[in-house]
């Protein structure tokens, strides 16, 4: 090589001109190949990157394999949930919260009453003494003064119902139907006696927590209806509801339902004036199951239907009291509609002078 040849530059000093200085090239490293003069003859040797050890547990631990090679892991068996314990015979039933017993969202009526035959909703969370009679007296009476003299409407009385019965109450007017049904439902103070509804003694209750227990507890269905003329079917239905302060959801399911449990589920839109006698009277019915009550009182609630549909209506409490998991007390003086009672209690001038259970 001459001596005018021009010294060797790096490839980026290569174009630079010869009047700017000149930049020292950068020292190379082992670890930088680009600053290494290229070989021809010496190929750039590719290593193989040496895989990595597989870390086992133990000395039984399978040998590592290529993830397409790997067979997919069995799925883990569902771990299934001890089914809830029967309840001893004897032993007290508890009810279970509100919100461990869900309603659904769409249901046929069937189904909501073999739940609701299943499962009694109380909204109070104590304890269903279900061994327990549902009403129970004790030398109950009342009495009604009237100018000088006393009139004895109900004379001293004890009796006991027991739970998913169809009690009837005959006798002529003024035999003390209503007012032994007052006194059962808590709408009327005795003179005399004790009252206990689902175990609880309700004549010693303040106004406060009789208003409760008539809420939830016990429902009513009226001679006249007492429908409110200008709410719809539904609405109707929906009051006790709306007292009760039940979600809205919760509220127009469960309307719905029991429209279709009384046959109505497409006059719910309908106002009483546009339903028949009977057709009211099954919206009656309605509202006094709407808050789930585990005792249902009906003062006479045939007294102005036909015999035809009073019997079509005492028909519907029955399978009611079945499938819906209430006691029902019914006074009637139809002797056609007390054939299909469970028991039958007769009241003559206050007193009880026949109590029998049909076979």
Request: aromatic share 4%; no cysteine.
């Amino acid at each position: 090589m001459g001596s005018d040849n021009q010294h060797w530059r790096a490839p980026e000093q290569r174009n630079q001109p010869e009047d700017e200085p000149e930049i020292a090239p950068k020292p190379a490293s082992d670890e930088d190949a680009r600053w290494r003069p290229h070989r021809p003859s010496e190929a750039p040797v590719k290593q193989k990157a040496e895989p990595k050890p597989v870390e086992r547990d133990d000395e039984t631990a399978a040998p590592w394999r290529p993830p397409e090679q790997r067979r997919p892991a069995a799925p883990e068996p569902a771990v299934r949930e001890p089914a809830p314990a029967k309840p001893i015979e004897g032993e007290r039933w508890q009810a279970p919260p509100k919100d461990t017993v869900p309603l659904e969202q769409s249901f046929v009526a069937e189904r909501a009453a073999r739940q609701r035959a299943a499962v009694w909703v109380d909204r109070s969370d104590r304890p269903v003494p279900i061994l327990d009679p549902i009403v129970a007296t004790e030398g109950l009476a009342r009495d009604y003064p009237m100018g000088e003299t006393i009139v004895h409407a109900l004379k001293p009385v004890e009796f006991q119902i027991g739970r998913g019965a169809l009690v009837a109450v005959h006798g002529r007017s003024g035999s003390g139907k209503t007012t032994m049904l007052n006194l059962i439902g808590a709408l009327d103070r005795p003179s005399a006696g004790r009252v206990w509804i689902d175990g609880e003694e309700v004549t010693s209750l303040h106004e406060r927590e009789l208003v409760s227990l008539r809420r939830y507890k016990i429902g009513f269905i009226f001679q006249t209806f007492g429908l409110i003329p200008i709410l719809t079917a539904a609405e109707n239905v929906e009051v006790p509801l709306r007292l009760a302060q039940v979600d809205v959801a919760e509220r127009d399911e469960r309307v719905r339902v029991l429209l279709e449990l009384v046959g109505l589920g497409e006059r719910a839109r309908h106002r009483p004036h546009e339903l028949s006698g009977g057709e009211q009277q099954r919206v009656a019915i309605a509202r006094a199951l709407a808050n789930s009550p585990r005792l249902l009182i009906a003062d006479e609630p045939t007294g102005q239907l036909d015999s035809g549909t009073g019997r079509t209506i005492m028909t519907l409490i029955r399978a009611l009291v079945k499938s819906e998991g209430v006691t029902a007390i019914v006074a009637t003086h139809d002797p056609l509609l007390i054939d299909l009672a469970d028991r039958i209690i007769e009241l003559r001038d206050g007193e009880i002078i026949a109590d029998s259970a049909v076979g």
